[in-house]
C-alpha cells in the first residue's frame, strides 16, 4: 500500500528527492515517517509529517539538509535530500500511522524500501 521510490548513487554533496506513494486507500489522515537502515544499523528515525503537514520533526543528523511534505491530494509523502553525505547511505523506509512519532514500532504501514548510497 506505501511504494517508496527515487533512490539512487549519487555523490557526497548531491541531492535526491524519495517519494512515497499510496494506494488502495487514503493515507491523508495519516502521520508519515521516513526512517533508514544502513547495513548492520538498527532502522532509524529520519523524517517525520503531521498528517496536516503542519507539524514536522527531524533526526538531528539531518536537520537543514532533509526535508519532509506531503500532498494529500497525490497520497503523496517526498523527502528532499540535500547536502548529502556517505553517512546517508542506507535503505529508506516510509511509513504511515497515527501519530508523527519517532518510534517505528508505532507506525501501522511500511513500504518495501528504496536504496540510496552516497559515495564521497
Known amino acids: 500500500q506505501l511504494q517508496a521510490s527515487g533512490g539512487g548513487s549519487v555523490q557526497a554533496g548531491g541531492s535526491l528527492r524519495l517519494s512515497c506513494a499510496a494506494s488502495?486507500?487514503?493515507?491523508?489522515?495519516?502521520?508519515a515517517g521516513w526512517f533508514r537502515q544502513a547495513p548492520g544499523k538498527e532502522r532509524a528515525f529520519v523524517a517525520t509529517?503531521?498528517?496536516?503537514?503542519?507539524?514536522?520533526d527531524y533526526a538531528d543528523s539531518v536537520k537543514g539538509r532533509f526535508s519532509i511534505s506531503r500532498d494529500n491530494a497525490k497520497n503523496t509523502v517526498y523527502l528532499q535530500m540535500n547536502s548529502l553525505k556517505p553517512e546517508d547511505t542506507a535503505v529508506y523506509y516510509c511509513?504511515?500511522?497515527?501519530?508523527?512519532?519517532?518510534?517505528?514500532?508505532?507506525?501501522?504501514?511500511w513500504g518495501q524500501g528504496t536504496q540510496v548510497t552516497v559515495s564521497s
Open positions: 509529517i503531521a498528517w496536516n503537514g503542519r507539524n514536522k
Open positions: 511509513a504511515a500511522g497515527r501519530y508523527p512519532v519517532v518510534v517505528a514500532r508505532f507506525y501501522d504501514y
Open positions: 488502495g486507500r487514503s493515507f491523508e489522515n495519516y502521520a
